[in-house]
């Protein structure tokens, strides 16, 4: 059974610029969550997708935003990036979002602000 | 709030003799923990939960964790380390109502030296 898939893999972009990140969750999970490593400041939940809701969403600024497709992925928008976005974006998935679920992650996508 | 606390930055422990990671945590209610392993450029790897029941739970690779709710403590364990299991441990916690998420700690660094 294929893992979390995340795409790109890397990506440079420059300040004020705009990207896009993907992601497709195991098969049968209806819940995507978006989570942002920064060095230095662990893992910071930024957005939790279900059924096409958004049911959560971390101390992140308006640029940040994303979107769930009917077929259960998600994208993950940022406007006007600023040099502290650069950072190893992780998307996980699980069943139905229920608290005892487990997350699974995929390898995450490396974007760097220049 | 809830939050999860990983005291040491970084432990070292050489190859076959046990080692403990620590995590405490706070939250309202009986909390869900979670312990995930990073790997150099990868994502995170689910190792074991804690949802309800016996406060020793086992998972992957040979490690297990107790629970403590006095302490409010989730510590990560193992009998004998190994070379491959140095990499970047993080715990987390799951308040157990509402659109609750996973917080992680900050992670630890785990070296186990031949």
């Known amino acids: 059974e294929a893992g979390v898939t995340q795409s790109p893999t890397h990506l440079i972009k420059t300040r004020g610029q705009q990207v896009t990140l993907r992601c497709s969750p195991i098969s049968g999970h209806t819940s995507v969550y978006w989570y942002q490593q920064a060095l230095g400041l662990g893992l910071q939940f930024l957005l939790w997708y279900d059924e096409g809701e958004e049911r959560n969403r971390g101390n992140f600024p308006p640029r940040f935003s994303g979107r769930q497709f009917p077929n259960y992925s998600s994208e993950l928008n940022v406007n006007a990036l600023e040099l502290e976005d650069s950072a190893l974006y992780l998307c996980?998935?699980?069943?139905?979002?229920?608290?005892?679920?487990?997350?699974?992650f995929g390898p995450g996508t490396r974007l760097t602000v220049l | 709030a809830q939050s999860v606390a990983q005291p040491e930055d970084q432990v070292n422990v050489a190859e076959g003799n046990p080692l403990t990671v620590k995590c405490t945590y706070s939250v309202s209610g009986n909390p869900y923990l979670f312990w995930y392993v990073q790997y150099p450029n990868r994502g995170l790897q689910f190792l074991l939960k804690?949802?309800?029941?016996?406060?020793l739970v086992k998972g992957s690779y040979g490690f297990e964790a107790e629970f403590n709710k006095s302490q409010t403590s989730f510590h990560l364990k193992k009998p004998s380390a190994l070379v491959s299991d140095s990499a970047l441990y993080f715990c987390?916690?799951?308040?157990?109502?509402?659109?609750?998420?996973?917080?992680f700690g900050k992670g630890t660094m785990l070296l186990v030296s031949p």
């Open positions: 987390a916690v799951r308040a157990p109502r509402g659109y609750s998420t996973l917080t």
């Open positions: 996980a998935s699980d069943d139905r979002g229920r608290r005892t679920d487990t997350q699974y």
């Open positions: 804690y949802i309800t029941g016996d406060n």
